[in-house]
């Protein structure tokens, strides 16, 4: 009984211990490997840290995709509709339902020149789609 | 009129299932054959009257029946027959009928297929079914009606199915993963009969096991399904995103895993009987809420319907109803399925706690990454924004599965109760080997080790080795049981090698081509030999020709629907056992140039080969003789107690 | 007795995990409800603009629009969540409960008078926005949208989505009435 005793002790505190070294790892490890979302007007503002991984939206300046004369590297701007505008380049094919003035999120880094570059641009497959993070935006610039 | 009438006889659905959860209910509760067996005629009926309702929303679809709000919402006249039918379970209204169809066949099998079991048990299992049943069936004609008429200004063309969707992988896919997420309601429903009944024995979880099985064989099909599609269609060569929908779909499946390992202690142990009724529990728990999470708009995702928070609403009360109920019926009942069992050392109960409790925490840690950005949403206030991507799921993911795959080559091995040191000890040799062989191959093949891979790769083969071996030396006494586990366990190494060396030795390079030129990608050259246009019912496009090695052909295209105007990419993809050869096509550039990316992907095959093995084995070990046996002689105990 | 209680305890956690979880998705929900209501020019003047009326090729510009309360309405022939909110904006012009204004939003001409002679026109006016840039400036998401703006063209609610009855009865209309009512 004694050793019976003993053993259910053991597995409770190896549980328990097990469960707390998860949390604490998840937790550390979402700290890690979050990415933050910025919006227009926060990227031209400065207060975001260069060359992090971070994910950026808006929408796609109406006339402003131009693809690079060589690769498949192509440049566009993303604007949240009022002032602030900032220049997305990104290397590869864009996702089908990415269109001028539609909204778009780029993840990738910010370089010290203001141009985002970018590793994936996202679009989604809906016509009437607006990324959550966008509907946001324009509260975020109200007063 | 035919929507009319499919409207109707979903509501005769919602009307049996009334019936099947009274008389299920107080059937087994007044201990009455009589009401039990009106509970199984009801069921019968349910299915017919369901069929009917989604049969005729099929007619809709294929007369091009606009009036009906949802057709015209998801159809087109030109669209071919087939997509019109799949057309119906495209978006969320047809879909749910779908589902609450296929919550009627689960229920018409268990009330038809399961006379052996107890009388109270299966009363209580068809009441809890027919529960679900009512609630999906009132959720889909009080918020989400798929036959709603769209009258007076009927359109004469519709809006076209989400040219996405208009694929082969799109047609059977979302019907899997509803047999798979209902399934799994079936299960649930023997945790509550079992609280209910106070009453959990080897007998009951014998019983339950196949349905554990075909439930977990369906969901596979369908994630694998999802997964491949996603491969092929969305035109970059990703066969995994962690996407919140991807989440929702596989937390229910870890869970179910975990469900499938506990049940077999509970079975031949007696033993973990709480927490195999807490785990039928959670798994549906988890498939409610990820129907949660993708119908009610709570997280974006490439695949969420569209969003609506009425829906959401309502769904959210299902969820906390279902789920939340059973949990309170188990934290007040489930002390009396207390049980005491004894194992030392590396026993198997032991690794199978260790599988689920792996488990567990896999699931915890996605739906901590799943549902984080909104709990910091709401600490932080709406101001910022955040996701949680891929970096974080492989992070946690992988290490938890390296410890998996670790315990999982020692089961074959293990004993019951005890394991002798002397066969662990002789396991490990193996694992000395598997290593040897894992980084030596690379290093042969000159690509450079890479030591995670040769890590995951080791313990693929140590994993094959072991049950090779186990298997060879039972070679007399073999169960279906025990080769259905070894055939799902190297299903399972096989698609670990699969995702380590994708994951690592992909090579993807992206260019601008004239015609007549070409790419080098991982040492053979693809030339563009032509770009055609090409045009279909619903689309116009180009179409080219990429030449590489000795006589190797690949037409990848890019197409436009003119109904949505939306573009998508056909990928041309060689498959082959060993690697996978994917072209993406982005048509025209300037100068006459076409864009073009060429990926080289090894092993890519063997992420979705060894799933459906493992799914395939489910099956296998479902056809043991002991499940069959059973059935007679519990037939004479059945009216006994 | 106390190691009943123990274990009873334990059989509890899994209930108090999901209280959590429901609390979260819960939150989550009334944020993503609260999202659907952004507020892109509300109680801002609407945007000026210069354009044509779809239904007669006339110039159309901001100050047309002043004098009256307007729905203006975001459409377009493509929309397919459009038609589901036509029957609402049919019934509204033909109470003549308000003067409902429609953006043509990226269409084609054709395409926009075809629809409209099928599904019938609630529309006073039609702007013509075939380039999407005055939807650029009134922050458009896509179709369709709604504004109710006032005699003084200040954008006073909004619905991004199809405009339900709902919508209409529980936030436009109480707004209206009470405006009527002041003047």
């Given amino acids: 009984m004694k050793s019976h005793r003993r053993r259910k002790l053991t597995i409770i505190i190896f549980l328990f211990v097990g469960s707390l070294a998860t949390v604490l790892i998840s937790i550390f ?115 | 009129m035919i929507p009319e009438l499919g409207h109707f006889s979903a509501f005769l659905g919602l009307m049996s299932a009334v019936g099947i959860a009274l008389f299920g209910f107080f059937g087994a509760n007044q201990n009455r054959a009589s009401w039990v067996d ?86 209580y299992v068809l009441g809890t079914l027919g529960v679900l049943s009512f609630m999906f069936l009132a959720f889909l004609l009080f918020s989400s ?8 200004n009927v359109p004469i063309q519709g809006a076209d199915l989400n040219p996405v969707l208009q694929d082969i992988g799109q047609i059977i896919h979302p019907p899997m993963l509803y047999i798979g997420y209902v399934g799994f309601g079936v299960t649930f429903a023997f945790g509550i009969a079992a609280l209910a009944t106070g009453k959990i024995d080897s007998a009951w979880a014998r019983w339950a096991r196949p349905w554990v099985n075909i439930a977990w064989l369906f969901l596979t099909i369908g994630i694998v399904l999802g997964s491949w599609w996603a491969y092929y269609e969305l035109g970059w060569g990703g066969w995994w995103f962690w996407d919140p929908v991807e989440n929702a779909s596989f937390m229910p499946w870890l869970a179910g895993t975990a469900l499938i390992h506990s049940l077999a202690a509970t079975e031949k142990r007696g033993a973990f009987k709480n927490w195999t009724i807490l785990l039928t529990l959670l798994t549906f728990t988890l498939v409610l809420m990820g129907a949660f999470l993708v119908r009610s708009g709570v997280l974006s995702s490439v695949h969420a319907f569209a969003v609506d928070p009425q829906r959401g609403l309502i769904l959210l009360t299902i969820f906390v109803l279902v789920a939340g109920g059973s949990l309170v019926l188990y934290a007040f009942r489930a002390h009396t399925l207390n049980t005491q069992v004894q194992y030392w050392g590396v026993s198997r109960e032991l690794l199978l706690l260790i599988n689920n409790a792996l488990l567990v925490i896999a699931v915890f840690t996605i739906l901590l990454g799943t549902l ?52 662990v000890l002789n396991a490990l040799i193996f694992l000395g080997g598997s290593a040897v062989v894992a980084l030596l191959l690379p290093w042969i093949l000159a690509d450079g080790v890479h030591l995670g891979v040769s890590c995951a790769v080791a313990l693929a083969i140590w994993i094959m080795v072991t049950h090779a071996i186990a298997c060879y030396r039972q070679r007399n006494a073999l169960t279906l049981g025990f080769i259905g586990m070894s055939v799902a366990h190297v299903g399972f190494a096989i698609a670990v090698i699969g995702v380590a060396v994708t994951s690592v030795y992909t090579e993807s390079k992206d260019a601008r081509l004239k015609i007549g030129e070409s790419l080098e990608v991982s040492g053979t050259d693809y030339e563009l030999v032509s770009v055609q246009p090409t045009e279909s019912q619903n689309f116009i496009g180009e179409r080219a020709r990429f030449d590489f090695g000795v006589q190797g052909s690949l037409f990848p295209e890019r197409r436009f629907y003119s109904i949505r105007e939306h573009i998508t990419y056909e990928a041309a993809i060689a498959p082959g056992i060993f690697k996978d050869r994917y072209i993406t096509f982005a048509g025209p550039m300037e100068n006459d140039t076409w864009g073009v990316e060429i990926q080289d992907k090894p092993f890519q095959r063997w992420i979705w080969f060894g799933a459906v093995v493992a799914g395939l084995a489910a099956l296998i070990a479902m056809l043991d003789k002991r499940y069959r046996r059973l059935s007679q002689r519990d037939l004479e105990t059945r009216y006994s107690e | 007795m106390q190691k009943r209680l123990k274990t009873r305890l334990l059989l509890v956690t899994p209930l108090v995990g999901f209280g959590i979880l429901v609390f979260f998705l819960g939150i989550g929900f009334r944020l993503g409800k609260h999202n659907v209501h952004p507020s892109a020019v509300l109680n801002d003047p609407f945007p000026e603009f210069s354009s044509v009326n779809l239904l007669d090729d006339e110039r159309i510009r901001r100050e047309d629009l002043i004098g009256t309360f307007r729905l203006v309405n975001v459409w377009a022939s493509w929309c397919t969540a459009c038609v589901e909110e036509h029957d609402l904006l049919l019934e509204l012009a033909r109470s003549g409960t308000i003067s409902i204004i429609g953006i043509n939003y990226r269409d084609q001409a054709e395409d926009a008078k075809t629809w409209l002679y099928e599904r019938g026109n609630p529309y006073e006016k039609v702007v013509v926005d075939a380039q999407g840039e005055i939807c650029v400036d009134l922050g458009v998401y896509g179709a369709p949208e709604s504004f109710l703006v006032d005699p003084e063209g200040i954008v006073r609610a909004k619905q991004v989505g199809v405009l339900t009855r709902t919508v209409w009865l529980e936030e436009f209309e109480p707004w209206l009435e009470t405006q009527v009512e002041q003047n």
Wanted: net charge neutral; glycine share 8%.
């Fill in chain 2, 38 to 123: 009106m509970s199984i005629r009801l069921t019968k009926v349910q299915v017919a009257v369901l069929t009917l309702s989604f049969l005729l929303l099929i007619t809709a679809f294929l007369d091009d029946d606009f009036s009906v709000l949802y057709v015209a919402n998801n159809s087109n006249t030109a669209l071919p027959w087939y997509y019109k039918v799949s057309g119906v379970w495209g978006a969320h209204e047809g879909s749910f009928l779908l589902w609450t169809l296929v919550t009627a066949v689960w229920t018409v099998l268990v009330a038809t297929r399961a006379r052996h079991i107890s009388l109270k048990l299966h009363g």
């Fill in chain 2, 145 to 152: 009606n798929p036959f709603e008429r769209l009258v007076p």
């Fill in chain 2, 372 to 423: 984080y950005p909104l709990g910091h949403e709401w600490l932080v206030g709406g101001d910022k924004k955040l996701s949680v991507g891929e970096p974080y799921f492989n992070a946690m993911f992988v290490p938890i599965m390296l410890l998996l795959s670790f315990a999982l080559a020692i089961a074959p091995i293990s004993r019951w109760k005890h394991t002798p040191m002397r066969l």
């Fill in chain 1, 29 to 143: 490890a979402l700290q890690n490997y979050i990415n933050h979302f910025y919006l227009p007007d926060e990227i031209v503002s400065g207060e975001v840290p260069l060359e992090r991984k971070i994910r950026a939206g808006g929408f796609v300046k109406p006339g402003s995709v131009v693809h690079e004369s060589a690769g498949l590297g192509v440049q566009f701007d993303i604007t949240d509709l009022n002032d602030a505008t900032f220049r997305v380049h990104y290397e590869g094919i864009l996702p089908s339902l990415f269109r001028e003035g539609q909204g778009a999120i780029v993840a990738g880094r910010l370089n010290k020149n203001g141009i985002f570059a970018a590793s994936h641009v996202f679009a989604k497959h809906d016509e009437n789609y607006v990324p959550p993070e966008l509907k946001g935006m324009v509260e975020h610039d109200d007063p």
